[in-house]
């Protein structure tokens, strides 16, 4: 069994990859919730709906989120009559926003909203929030605290970060799932996506249970970077990365995971990063980390679980005494 830990894009992508190459059923997917929202009277989850139509083929290959072949009737009618129109819900999209608000109001947990979706559209994998509880990011920005899609979607990334807050995330409960993934003897790898570190992958390790569930674990944890030649492949993890203080390189993220992961898959454009990476205690793979089509997923999959496989966990309790 193979974890991916996810957000949206990057995420999504791999994770189907990594759906092609292992048999069904075997793969579990945990996914940041902190970009969550109710906008309209409506329960948003835009990482978890990025990665569910990947994983059913649905998804709108040029935006990266919402379904393929949308249309905006509803987004249209909004705006005759004066409504928000800033995060814009296709016609198509906004039923599965309107299911998961009428089944969390009636009791269900997202978790098993998420399952009865996944079920419908014939997803093998485990798609699993990384937490039932409310996690909210907050932006700590030039123009003030923001709500995340505030920042991310209405101001376009345009102010200047100067910290990240993932509220409700400490006492938040993991997804009971997601820790039984985490424990499972079956576990064979855990994969850090290529998503965005600070606003994707950070909200995952700050739910407590969670963090502690990933540093404690037995099988190797590996990264694939999401820069590639100092840039972003999708999305404002570059601005954000420099504006936080960080290179914006594959060695800067490696600096990032230091002690945390135990191997950083970097693209062939970041070669020379391999050795000084290597020497900050982690071990580096080189390939192709594009995943333009179907076929580049598969193969980024494929060489990431390959590349796992060669490595032992350097989780740090391993070098601890025993506590008698
Ligand atoms: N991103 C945008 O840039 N503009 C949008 O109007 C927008 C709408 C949207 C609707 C549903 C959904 O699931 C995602 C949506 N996204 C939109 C993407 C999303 O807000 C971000 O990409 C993620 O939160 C960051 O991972």
Known sequence: ??????GGVGGARLARGIQRVIPAGELTVIVNTADDFEHLGLAVSPDLDTVMYTLAGLENPSQGWGLAG???SFMAAMDKIGGETWFRLG???LATHVERTRRLAAGS???DVTARFCAALNISAHLLPMTNDRVRTLVHSDDGILAFQDYFVRLQCEPRIRSLDFEGAVSASACPAALAALRAPSLEAIVLAPSNPFVSVAPIFAVAELGIGITRRTVPLVAVCPIIGGKAVKGPAAKMMAELGHEVSALGIARHYRGIIDGLVIDNTDGDAAQPIRELGMAVH????IMSDDEGRRRLAAATLGFARTLRSNAPWRDRPPVV
């Open 1 to 6: 069994m193979i974890v991916v830990l996810a």
């Open 70 to 72: 949308e249309t905006w």
């Open 91 to 93: 016609d198509r999209d």
């Open 109 to 111: 947990t997202l978790a």
């Open 286 to 289: 080189v390939t192709d980390t």
